[in-house]
T-cell receptor, first 111, second 109 residues
Framework: DAEITQSPRHKITETGRQVTLACHQT?????MFWYRQDLGHGLRLIHY???????NKGEVSDGYSVSRSNTEDLPLTLESAASSQTSVYFC??????????FGPGTRLTVL | KNEVEQSPQNLTAQEGEFITINCSYS?????LHWLQQHPGGGIVSLFM???GKKKHGRLIATINIQEKHSSLHITASHPRDSAVYIC???????????FGTGTRLTIIP
């Protein structure tokens, strides 16, 4: 069965370190998204991609970057982790005619 | 930018009750999604609809395009329905979703 996975599921890091969160989908979807979820804010879009080599900034993109070298993967990089980036991160994918399928989430703590 | 509002923010009900969660948005959309998130859990898509009504088991979703409003109903509610329900809309011309802040539903046995 097709699926979308994220790794790691939990991560503790220190301020200033570079962190990469992986997202892998086997739906063969063109569209992929990264969100963060914080209490009181709901889901907010960080970056998104509509296909290979395409990346776009979302509403809270500062301090984050993504790259899309193939259809299956959209890794999210925190260049220099900050305590404000402590959050739960969700990856999602979709086709143009279907719903978004969400990964299980990564809980990131920046100390 | 589409503004998505959900009501109520929190809802507690007894097992067996009929539940209604509402969602309104400000700008016309191509589709509306209802999502479910259990405590500490992932996010699951329940419905995607652009008109009318959809039903899956005890869950029913309706949308009124003219009034820019959607409702999610749960019949014969059960404690396992306890979760956060999130409304999200997709605007015309792009694939991004705009999310409501969610409704936390608690069903007491």
């Amino acid at each position: 069965d097709a699926e979308i996975t994220q790794s790691p599921r939990h991560k503790i890091t220190e301020t200033g370190r570079q962190v990469t969160l992986a997202c892998h989908q086997t739906w063969n979807h063109n569209n992929m998204f990264w969100y963060r979820q914080d209490l009181g804010h709901g889901l907010r879009l960080i970056h998104y991609s509509y296909g290979v080599q395409d990346t776009n900034k979302g509403e809270v993109s500062d301090g984050y970057s993504v790259s899309r070298s193939n259809t299956e993967d959209l890794p999210l990089t925190l260049e220099s982790a900050a305590s404000s980036q402590t959050s739960v991160y969700f990856c999602a994918s979709s086709s143009s005619t279907d719903t978004q399928y969400f990964g299980p989430g990564t809980r990131l703590t920046v100390l | 930018k589409n503004e998505v509002e959900q009501s109520p923010q929190n809802l507690t009900a007894q097992e067996g009750e009929f539940i209604t969660i509402n969602c309104s948005y400000s700008v016309g959309i191509s589709a509306l999604h209802w999502l479910q998130q259990h405590p500490g859990g992932g996010i699951v898509s329940l419905f995607m609809l652009s008109s009318g009504k959809k039903k899956h088991g005890r869950l029913i979703a309706t949308i009124n395009i003219q009034e820019k409003h959607s409702s999610l109903h749960i019949t014969a509610s059960h404690p396992r329905d306890s979760a956060v329900y999130i409304c999200a809309v997709k605007n015309f011309g792009n694939e991004k979703l705009t999310f409501g802040t969610g409704t936390r539903l608690t069903i007491i046995p």
